[in-house]
């Protein structure tokens, strides 16, 4: 039987092994293990490739969003205590850059149809100081503009790299390249975004043990930096970036013109398809049987995956704290959601066949 892997990262690399290969060897004959010239130019690419004026690497995504909160505490715009709101379907790093920071989680729930942050659910109150909208699965979260105004906005675009607006709506935004995402490094790396020189040189102090010259500490800073042969890997990927989404984008097409099963409901085509680099796929199975679904798809050869199984306010680490915490839609989702595979790794080809083994669950 054929099978179908949900994600193969040695057939997603395939096509960038040479010019990996050299670019490693360029950094060991360079000498230059950490920072320098290759990431320097890493984020000037990322900087072109986005269009955004400031862009800091550093070691990965986690520590993005931790060092755009701790910038803006450093800067008196948020302090211990403060509440972000947080969408509660999301990958839990979301809220650990909150929490981390001695900040309090807001959680949201979210729209039905997005699977994004509901503004017309958004929790409020005097304590409410700034908002962390995700671009879940590569879809954009459009910000409102009021609140771009009211509040510090702090993007999630670790699914969303590349998608039309996703990455810079707010004021800063923290990037993810782990190897599984749409760009992906061989390891662990991450990047803020932002169009302020001044967060983005708080942001670069603080990854940097909060030193502003040598051996000079404005901060109490952490290490989280990337390291030159991440940035020479990224640079790889990095130009084929709008190559790599419209793969996705094309299998993503395949799905909603040729799945047709009443049990499945597929995910909303937005309406510029510029804006979803479909980072996932992510589609529902209601009445209690997304299992069996994965079962049957599993027995086809097909692998699917869930994203994510346990909404955030709902995780061991958070759960006595929200206990009281209602979020209906997102609770419901993490019962429903199905990730089918989309990845270069997915042919046209396989994108049909699955297709088609979707149609026939009954
Ligand atoms: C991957 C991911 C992160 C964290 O990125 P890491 O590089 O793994 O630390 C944060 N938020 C979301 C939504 C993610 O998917």
New binding site residues.
Partial sequence: MKKYTFLDLAVVNAPYEKAMTEAVGRVITSGRYIGGSEVAAFEAGLSAALGVDHVVAVA??????RLIVRAYMELGRLKPGDEVVVPAN??V??ALAVSDCGLEVRFADVDPDTYNLDWDKMPCGPKVKAVMP?H?YGRVCVVPEDIRQRYVVIE?S??AIGARGACLMGHAA?M???PT?NIGALG???AVITPSEEVAAVVRSLGNYGTDRQYHNIYMGLNSRMDPVQAAMLRVKLAAMDHENSIRRERAGIYDAHINNQLIELPKMPDDPETHVW?QYVVRVADGRRDEFRRFMESRGVETAVHYPCPIHRQPCYASRYSGLSLPVAERLAEEVVSLPVSRGTSVDDALEISAIVNEFE
């Fill in positions: 990965n995504g986690l520590d993005a969003l999301s990958f790093a979301s995700v879940l999630d670790a699914q923290g993810s390249f782990y995402k662990d790396a991450g980072h």
